[in-house]
């Protein structure tokens, strides 16, 4: 048997190829030690897929498992395959699954080890945003068969939230009631979801100046101050267009 030690030789003709190099391999394992260059092992069977509904149009593997997205009926299906099987973690029409749209994605572990993937379907017309879920604690409510209670809440799933511009509006700055300090505030809003992840956050409000003088004061009366002195002032504020499911 010849050996082949001296590794992958690709810079010229294969019949001047140096001796015991190789210039095409395919499916090999080169081991630690020399000439152990050897077949790499096949695949090994993991789970039944006989309760797997659907066509797969997707999959992201984890580290011991792997997430599968399939389309049965009209419907997508979301769920995890181990080696103890396949379990649904979401299934709605409203997810869109399309099988003329693959869809690919990545998954990270969060802070609580909790598996979080990211996943989209292409650029098409009828392609649906780039969503989010953490698979081991969904943003919403669902039923035994793990379909939304509410189906619009699908939506909680865009990686990129329709959380529109929440309207910050100052009702009114008192002179007691607070500690503030002298400066300018400027406020704004985010989201924190069920697994204490957060959203964007939205716009900046109009800044809101707390001074030292008294906020009854004609504007001729009232002169600068150093910033950071601490007051009694107070802020009241309107939030308006808050999502509040």
């Given amino acids: 048997m010849e050996d082949l030690i001296k590794g992958l030789y690709k810079q010229s003709n294969i019949s001047k190829n140096p001796p015991s190099t190789w210039a095409q ?6 081991g630690r030690q020399l000439r152990s260059v050897s077949n790499e092992q096949g695949f090994v069977p993991i789970t039944n897929l006989s309760d797997l509904e659907g066509t797969i149009i997707g999959c992201i593997p984890l580290n011991e498992s792997a997430i599968i997205f399939t389309e049965f009926a ?12 396949f379990s649904v973690i979401l299934r709605s029409t409203a997810l869109n ?10 998954y990270i572990y969060n802070f609580r080890n909790e598996v979080t993937i990211v996943f989209w379907d292409g650029l098409e017309d009828d392609a649906n945003p780039p969503r989010l879920l953490n698979i081991n604690c969904l943003p919403f409510k669902v039923d035994i068969d793990k379909r939304p209670v509410d189906i619009s809440d699908i939506i909680l799933l865009k990686l990129f939230p329709d959380i529109g511009c929440t309207d910050i509006t100052l009702n009114s700055v008192q002179d007691g009631g607070g500690t503030w300090d002298t400066g300018a505030y400027y406020f704004t809003t985010a989201y924190v979801l ?3 992840s957060i959203t964007n956050y939205s716009p900046l409000s109009n800044p809101i100046f707390i001074i030292n003088d008294l906020t009854s004061n004609d504007y001729q ?12 002032k107070s802020i009241s504020l309107n939030f308006n267009n808050l999502i509040t499911n």
């Fill in 194 to 196: 069920p697994d204490n």
């Fill in 25 to 30: 391999a395919r499916n090999i394992v080169v």
């Fill in 97 to 106: 699954f399309n099988i003329n749209n693959p869809i690919r994605g990545d």
């Fill in 221 to 232: 009366f009232i002169d600068g101050g150093k910033g950071g002195t601490n007051t009694t």
């Fill in 74 to 85: 009209g419907e997508g299906i979301i769920g995890e395959i181990s080696d103890s099987g």
